[in-house]
Each structure stands twice: as structure tokens, then as C-alpha cells.
């Protein structure tokens, strides 16, 4: 009998906001959206629902959890399902748009998994209701560290960015279309 092979995991930086609190100190509501960013050595994904159930906070908390990714031109989409949560769904990102102070790009070596922490915050009240984090597998890994390390050394500009987020979404008329063109699709851990 073989031994299971474990992969390193980067060091992240703990997540200071908590469940139960507010996810920004500078807003009491956002819009029902997404948002992909990768700081403090790990990828997040913030999902903004207005009142999320019970059974949807569960779920979020412990449902098995897909990813993808789609790049066309400067946009680059995160691909995500939670089994009984949420159907596939997409959020496009750029690394420039996010402030050159707080950019940050992934740094994991081959082999290594990164880590996806989701928070889920009620869009009505900005309050955090679910925290959780997964592993990405290796090969998604590598796939996001190179566009976001790609995206980093192109030139940017936003309504190239703005187009090309468009001009996906005009293509595809809904994620699961997208998905079936996405590079990657894979389980995430945990």
C-alpha cells in the first residue's frame, strides 16, 4: 500500500473578520454580487446575498464546492458551484483592479494547493454569515497564479476590461455555458 502524497500549503495571514460582524466598517449594505481579490497569501471569494437562509448558510458552510476558470483577453473569471447552494456562477477579475498598495500576486510552487477562503455576507446589513475555507487543487493553482501573474505584467485599461467582460457574457448566456469553455474545472477541498 502506497502512501498518500500531501502538498504544502502556503502560509496565509489569518482573516481578522469574524462571523457576526461587519464585513467593511465603511459600509452597512452592497449589492448582490461577487468578489474575487487574492491577498494576505490566499485567494478570496466574498459572495453578497441579500438574507440568506439558514440552509443556504449550512450548505455554504459544508457543501461540496466546484471551480473554474475562463480567461478571455484581460478578464479573467472565477468559476464557482456550491452542490444545493448555489448554481454555477461567475465574477470577472484583474488583478489592477485592485489598489497597487494592497496587490498582492500568488507565489506557490508547483505542487503546492492554494487556499480559497469564501465569506458570505448579507448584502441588506454587511454582515458576515458564513466564513469557510477550501484548498484549490494544484493544477487550478498554477492555472491562477499564472493569469494573475500574466495580468500583472500586461498594460491595463479599463474599458478593454470592461469589453472583454461584456463581450463574455454576451457570448455565454449564463455561467454553465461559460463553463463548458473554462480552461480548468475542479473540486475544491475542505
Given at each position: 500500500m502506497s502512501r498518500i502524497h500531501t502538498f504544502a500549503r502556503p502560509d496565509a495571514?489569518?482573516?481578522t473578520r469574524h462571523v457576526g460582524e461587519r464585513f467593511s466598517p465603511e459600509h452597512e449594505r452592497y449589492d448582490e454580487g461577487a468578489r474575487f481579490?487574492?491577498?494576505?497569501?490566499a485567494h478570496e471569494l466574498t459572495l453578497f446575498w441579500n438574507a440568506p437562509t439558514e440552509a443556504e448558510i449550512a450548505g455554504f458552510r459544508g457543501q461540496p464546492m466546484e471551480v473554474g476558470l475562463y480567461v478571455q483577453g484581460p478578464a479573467a473569471f472565477l468559476l464557482y458551484k456550491i452542490e444545493n447552494v448555489c448554481e454555477w456562477s461567475d465574477v470577472a477579475f484583474n488583478v489592477h483592479l485592485v489598489p497597487e498598495a494592497e496587490r498582492e500576486l500568488p507565489v506557490e510552487a508547483p505542487g503546492d494547493r492554494a487556499r480559497l477562503r469564501l465569506t458570505l455576507v448579507d448584502a441588506e446589513n454587511g454582515i458576515i454569515r458564513a466564513k469557510r475555507l477550501v484548498s484549490l487543487d494544484k493544477v487550478m493553482t498554477q492555472a491562477l497564479?499564472?493569469?494573475m501573474t500574466g495580468q500583472a505584467e500586461a498594460p491595463f485599461d479599463r474599458a478593454e476590461y470592461e469589453a472583454s467582460v461584456q463581450?463574455?457574457?454576451a457570448r455565454f448566456p449564463?455561467?454553465?455555458?461559460?463553463?463548458?469553455?473554462?480552461?480548468f474545472q475542479e473540486a475544491a477541498l475542505g
Amino acid at each position: 500500500m502506497s502512501r498518500i502524497h500531501t502538498f504544502a500549503r502556503p502560509d496565509a495571514l489569518p482573516d481578522t473578520r469574524h462571523v457576526g460582524e461587519r464585513f467593511s466598517p465603511e459600509h452597512e449594505r452592497y449589492d448582490e454580487g461577487a468578489r474575487f481579490i487574492y491577498r494576505h497569501g490566499a485567494h478570496e471569494l466574498t459572495l453578497f446575498w441579500n438574507a440568506p437562509t439558514e440552509a443556504e448558510i449550512a450548505g455554504f458552510r459544508g457543501q461540496p464546492m466546484e471551480v473554474g476558470l475562463y480567461v478571455q483577453g484581460p478578464a479573467a473569471f472565477l468559476l464557482y458551484k456550491i452542490e444545493n447552494v448555489c448554481e454555477w456562477s461567475d465574477v470577472a477579475f484583474n488583478v489592477h483592479l485592485v489598489p497597487e498598495a494592497e496587490r498582492e500576486l500568488p507565489v506557490e510552487a508547483p505542487g503546492d494547493r492554494a487556499r480559497l477562503r469564501l465569506t458570505l455576507v448579507d448584502a441588506e446589513n454587511g454582515i458576515i454569515r458564513a466564513k469557510r475555507l477550501v484548498s484549490l487543487d494544484k493544477v487550478m493553482t498554477q492555472a491562477l497564479r499564472h493569469v494573475m501573474t500574466g495580468q500583472a505584467e500586461a498594460p491595463f485599461d479599463r474599458a478593454e476590461y470592461e469589453a472583454s467582460v461584456q463581450a463574455a457574457h454576451a457570448r455565454f448566456p449564463d455561467s454553465d455555458a461559460m463553463l463548458r469553455a473554462a480552461e480548468f474545472q475542479e473540486a475544491a477541498l475542505g
